[in-house]
């Protein structure tokens, strides 16, 4: 094994709009000891040609592995774990870009701490980000953990990070195949919570993540896609739940209480989401982790020094149009209820006792009426008198 050179892993499927332009800043980096594994996930573009172009020109030791068929990002991230050959490990993504010293400054940051997990500053502004003019601190093993659960520099994220292949290879922990949402964030966890070290985080930006609605890491979503997406994330942090409990006793009670605030803010998110859709009656299932979340968490989150204003804003304005969301699926129920039984009433006056209509049945059917009735009287008069 090589004493300092760097194994830079990247899955790619169809990524040829800016994987050129991802290869380029790895090979303009300061560090030069770079073992590249590209993973191409059974590409159906040119992001075969690129590659095949970049190996020929590039100084850096190129590895190239072909998926047989489309797998996934976890499976090909799990595959090129099996060819380390350096030191350090980090991960990008081949729609993103790296600043020249971006390999440079987390290897440093590794050489001058004890931590066993480097972290540095990631974003979609290079130059004008506050994260700029602040300075690297190292954080002790709980309060690393709530960094990574949190939602303000550190994040579960995979791409701003750096780890020892020694520490990765005798964990032995791989990314999880059945999630393709958060898989990086209890990876991260999984490993952090092996180590039980010390991380330390380069906030300054070094590394550009650029949204790309083309790249399959970053699919658009239609119904279907919100659901799974929403689902997904729930099963990360009930994993990240399951890896928790056996440690639970020699944990900091602010890691279990950050975990559960964001378990609930991922459902305020699913929710809000659910409704943009127009699935309304599955948003009703959430409705009781929800008010638990308004009524005990928010607060939290409002006072909490690991959430971002950005994010702190995003939750409180979500909170609100849920809380609307439920105020008037109620206030709705309750007024078609008392249509139904006042027809079902003045229908079994005729002599027949028993009502014509089936209300128990058009009671479980509310909903629709209530999707119907939301979007086209959502400014009505109604929702002004009674909000």
């Known amino acids: 094994m090589s004493t300092g050179k760097v194994d830079v892993i990247i899955p790619v499927f169809n990524g040829s709009q800016y994987l050129k332009e991802?290869?380029?800043?790895?090979?303009?980096?300061?560090?030069?000891?770079?073992?590249?594994?590209?993973?191409?996930?059974?590409?159906?573009?040119?992001?075969?040609?690129?590659?095949?172009?970049?190996?020929?020109?590039?100084?850096?030791?190129?590895?190239?592995?072909?998926?047989?068929?489309?797998m996934g990002v976890s499976y090909s991230r799990n595959r090129a774990l099996k060819y380390l050959e350096g030191q350090y490990v980090t991960f990008i993504d081949a729609d993103d870009v790296l600043k020249p010293h971006h390999l440079a400054t987390l290897v440093n940051c590794l050489k001058s701490s004890p931590a066993r997990m480097a972290v540095t500053g990631g974003g979609s502004h290079l130059i004008i980000n506050p994260k700029n003019i602040k300075r690297t601190k190292t954080y002790a093993f709980s309060d690393g953990l709530c960094e990574i659960l949190g939602a303000r520099g550190v994040e579960g994220y995979l791409w701003n990070k750096m780890f020892y292949a020694e520490d990765l290879q005798r964990s032995g922990i791989e990314f999880d195949n059945d999630i393709f949402m958060g898989e990086d964030l209890l990876f991260v966890c999984e490993n952090f919570l092996f180590l039980r070290a010390p991380l330390i985080y380069h906030p300054p930006v070094t590394y550009y993540y650029r949204p790309n609605q083309a790249?399959?890491?970053?699919?658009?979503?239609?119904?279907?896609?919100?659901?799974?997406?929403?689902?997904?994330?729930?099963?990360?942090?009930?994993?990240?739940?399951?890896?928790?409990?056996?440690?639970?006793?020699?944990?900091?009670?602010?890691?279990?209480?950050?975990?559960?605030?964001?378990?609930?803010?991922?459902?305020?998110?699913?929710?809000?989401?659910?409704?943009?859709?127009?699935?309304?009656?599955?948003?009703?299932?959430?409705?009781?982790?929800?008010?638990?979340?308004?009524?005990?968490?928010?607060?939290?989150?409002?006072?909490?020094?690991?959430f971002s204003i950005k994010r702190k804003v995003s939750i409180a304005q979500k909170v609100r149009r849920n809380y609307l969301l439920f105020k008037k699926i109620e206030f709705l129920v309750r007024l078609m209820a008392r249509y139904i039984i006042d027809v079902a009433r003045s229908e079994s006056n005729d002599g027949d006792h028993k009502p014509k209509l089936d209300v128990s049945r058009i009671l479980h059917n509310q909903l629709g009426f209530?999707?119907?009735?939301?979007?086209?009287?959502?400014?009505?008069?109604?929702?002004?008198?009674?909000f």
């Open 215 to 306: 790249s399959a890491m970053r699919k658009q979503l239609d119904k279907k896609g919100v659901i799974a997406k929403g689902d997904n994330w729930l099963v990360t942090y009930r994993k990240i739940f399951k890896l928790l409990q056996p440690q639970r006793a020699k944990l900091d009670q602010k890691v279990i209480d950050l975990a559960t605030t964001q378990y609930l803010a991922s459902i305020n998110d699913l929710i809000s989401n659910l409704v943009e859709v127009g699935e309304l009656q599955r948003a009703r299932q959430f409705q009781s982790e929800y008010f638990k979340f308004r009524k005990h968490l928010v607060a939290r989150v409002m006072l909490s020094p690991y």
């Open 22 to 70: 991802c290869l380029d800043s790895i090979e303009s980096q300061t560090y030069r000891e770079i073992h590249l594994i590209i993973v191409d996930d059974y590409s159906d573009d040119d992001s075969i040609e690129i590659i095949h172009q970049y190996q020929q020109r590039s100084a850096c030791q190129v590895t190239l592995l072909k998926n047989d068929k489309n």
């Open 370 to 386: 209530t999707t119907i009735y939301l979007k086209k009287y959502q400014h009505s008069k109604i929702d002004q008198h009674f």
